[in-house]
């Protein structure tokens, strides 16, 4: 079902059309969880822990770099976490009277 909205561009009066193509989004979300569960499912970082232990495998700045990029990791899946909570709560008010 596609629906449109009327609202104001950025700045100004001027209206403009956005489409709302629910069974596209609906798509996208599937889609979304889809790559998220082969992520989850991947065993690529069980094969780093293989990888690790390697006797002589890592100098201190090598060490260092595959830290941050884990870090860095852990972080991005804890946003993603946040964001999908921000999202459900926000989609369960659209139209909740208070």
Known sequence: ??????SA???GDIPHV???DLKALSREVKALNARLRELAASDR?????????R???TTP???ELVRGV????NRQVAALDEAQDM????????GART
């Not at 970082?45 to 232990?53: M, Q």
């Open 1 to 6: 079902m596609t629906t449109h909205t009327t």
């Open 9 to 11: 561009l950025p700045g």
């Open 18 to 20: 956005v489409p709302h």
């Open 45 to 53: 970082l069980e094969e780093l822990l293989k990888i690790i232990p």
């Open 55 to 57: 006797p002589g495998w």
């Open 61 to 63: 700045a090598e060490f």
């Open 70 to 73: 884990v870090a860095h990791m």
């Open 87 to 94: 999202l459900l709560r926000g989609a369960n008010l659209v």
